[in-house]
């Protein structure tokens, strides 16, 4: 007899692969309504009279809101399981987008807009990624980088897609009215397929690792008090403060260059592309060589890409740069969860990933401002990549403090 759980193949087999395209698919039409205001800036702005500032105020509620739901449906998917949450995700997700679309003032959308869609929004992140990682004991790097690359596509699919709308029916609000409707459409039954993982046997021996990592009954408090914790979260804060003003600038900086505007545009493209790439690649890595040594490796390639922007002044460099640099902020973005799956226990990883991610959105928050804050005080970019770099560098600093990952026997289930 084997200390392996006896499960339906298709249990533990095939179905965990429908378990990563649901986040996937879920992850892309989430975040793909949330950006795709950039499309609708314009057309909401010509036809409402609403300012520019305004209507864009909406994304920084967005940003806000996303950190403390993120954490709020975190913890409530480790209590009610996974399912239920993004049930209630996608629910509201449909609707803050057939109600933005109705509204006549700009307060009621930046509520709508802002509240609504962030908080749904931020109901998929932490729970899929925590059941994608109850699933698997092997290729955990990969499935999860998979979930995560879904949420990257939506860039490429949703915002193609709102622009095709608003042309076609030359109305933004029928066009958002559509893509709210198209969320309920692709959201509710993909949001079915949502399964618990498959338990251990209650008579398996916990292994290694299991006995290492914090015990289910540990108080919550304890939890974010930890090493681990506190290491995971602050590394992920100022990995996402470094990397999110660089982006955020890139295409203004190409400008100030001397890129037209339009070449300037296809660098952000080409850094989405690559980030594509980026996360299938670091996944595998990880589960190849280890999740922390690749980590702290990206984590180093990303303060080093963002200081040689500072010597860019081609298009084929800002190129080149752009393939590096979004491969690898891509990249490592998924490990911080297999991280967090490695030093804790399968029950509370919702609350955890949702407390990282809370402090995640804080940092993506901080980089755009100091970027606009260091352009307005010297008048060029330079001091916006040295700092981020900076940043960077104080990022793989604080991931060589992480606690030993316990080791596991190759094969053991975890318990549910």
Known sequence: MTNVAVEDPDMTGSYRWVIVFAGALMGCVAVGTMFSLAIFLEPVAKTTGWSHAGISSAMAVNFIVMGLGGFMWGAASDRYGARVVVLLGSVLLGLALVLASQVESLLAFQLVYGCLVGLSASAFFAPMIAVTMGWFDTHRSLAVSLVSAGMGMAPMTISPFARWLITAYDDWRMAMFVIG????????????????????????????????????????????????????????????????????????????????????????????????????????????????????????????????????????????????????????????????????????????????????????????????????????????????????????????AFPPIPQQPRGELQPA
């Open 181 to 400: 409707v198209g969320a309920w459409i692709l959201l509710l039954p993909t949001a079915l397929l949502v399964r618990r993982p498959p338990a251990a046997p209650a008579n398996a021996p916990v292994g290694a690792a299991t006995a290492s990592r914090m015990k289910e009954t540990t108080p919550l408090g304890k939890v974010l008090r930890s090493p681990q914790f506190l290491v995971l979260a602050f590394t992920f804060f100022a990995c996402c403060a470094a990397h999110s003003g660089p982006i955020f600038h890139m295409v203004s900086y190409a400008m100030f260059c001397g890129i037209a505007p339009m070449s300037a545009v296809t660098i952000y493209s080409v850094e989405g592309a690559a980030g594509l790439g980026g996360r299938i690649l670091y996944g595998v890595l990880a589960d190849r060589l280890g999740v922390k040594p690749v980590l702290i490796g990206g984590l180093l390639i990303q303060a080093a890409v963002i200081s040689a922007y500072t010597m860019a002044g081609s298009l084929t460099e800002f190129y080149m740069l752009a393939i590096i640099f979004g491969g690898t902020y891509g990249g490592v973005m998924p490990l911080y969860a297999v991280l967090a799956g490695e030093y804790f226990a399968p029950r509370m990883l919702g609350t955890v990933l949702g407390a990282a991610s809370m402090l995640s959105s804080i940092g993506m928050a901080f980089g755009p401002l100091a970027g606009g804050w260091a352009f307005d005080q010297f008048n060029n970019y330079n001091w916006l990549f040295i700092g981020s770099a900076l940043v960077g560098l104080g990022a793989v600093l604080i991931a060589l």
